[in-house]
Structures are given as structure tokens and as C-alpha cells.
């Protein structure tokens, strides 16, 4: 069966740090660009960061940078997503997803990505 795993999430207070991981069974990770994206409640689901086949870029949404780092481990089959200085609006559930391509990658467009994970649930609240 193919599936990615999402794992990592739970109740953090602002300022606080997470480490999500995202392993993939039945397939090979390294074939695929991934992406972690998120979902608040009543509004869409957006891009958070995705990174390449090769590990070798990634891209960022704004709300991202500088406070979050995606690497992946091939050898592993699992992508990871850390998350530092975690604030209230970073609230949400987490989702990761793979895309063979071709893609317009620079865009980490949820459209873009075929192969998806259950999401792991994110808050922050003091």
C-alpha cells in the first residue's frame, strides 16, 4: 500500500519549537518532490515549504522563512518540517504530499501534488 505518514504534531506554546517527519511506505521517496503544506479552519489549504528530489532547493512561503527548515533523508524515505518560534497563527493541520513532476515547483502549490498524507495537527497556545 502507498501511503506517506505524517507524525510530529501536538500542543505547543508560542515561541516553541515541533519537528514533523513525513515517511513514506510502498515508495520511493527520492523519485518524488514533497511538500508540507497546512490548513487552518475556514480557509485553504496553502504551501508551506517544498523541497526537491534531490534535497538540493527548497522554497518557502513567507510566513515560513526563517522560522522553519524542510530537509529530507532518502535513505530513510522520510522528509522532515521544523518548526521554531511557532506562533498562535501557525495553528492548523499539516499535511505532507509528493509530486513526481513535472511541476511548477517554485510555486509549492497543494494543485501540484497527487500523492497526500493524513495531516498531523498543529496548535500553538499558551
Known amino acids: 500500500q502507498l501511503q506517506l505518514v505524517e507524525s510530529g504534531g501536538g500542543l505547543v506554546q508560542p515561541g516553541g519549537s515541533l519537528r514533523l517527519s513525513c515517511a513514506a511506505s510502498g515508495f520511493t521517496l527520492s523519485y518524488y518532490h514533497i511538500g508540507w503544506f497546512r490548513q487552518a479552519p475556514g480557509k485553504e489549504r496553502e504551501g508551506v515549504s517544498c523541497?526537491?528530489?534531490?534535497?538540493?532547493?527548497?522554497v518557502y512561503a513567507d510566513s515560513a522563512k526563517g522560522r522553519f527548515t524542510i530537509s529530507r533523508d532518502n535513505a530513510k524515505n522520510t522528509v522532515y518540517l521544523e518548526l521554531n518560534s511557532l506562533k498562535p497563527e501557525d495553528t492548523a493541520v499539516y499535511y505532507c504530499?509528493?509530486?513526481?513532476?513535472?511541476?511548477?515547483?517554485?510555486?509549492?502549490?497543494?494543485?501540484?501534488?497527487?500523492?497526500w498524507g493524513q495531516g498531523t495537527q498543529v496548535t500553538v497556545s499558551s
Open positions: 523541497i526537491r528530489r534531490s534535497g538540493s532547493s527548497a
Open positions: 504530499a509528493a509530486a513526481r513532476g513535472p511541476i511548477m515547483f517554485g510555486l509549492c502549490s497543494p494543485a501540484d501534488y497527487d500523492r
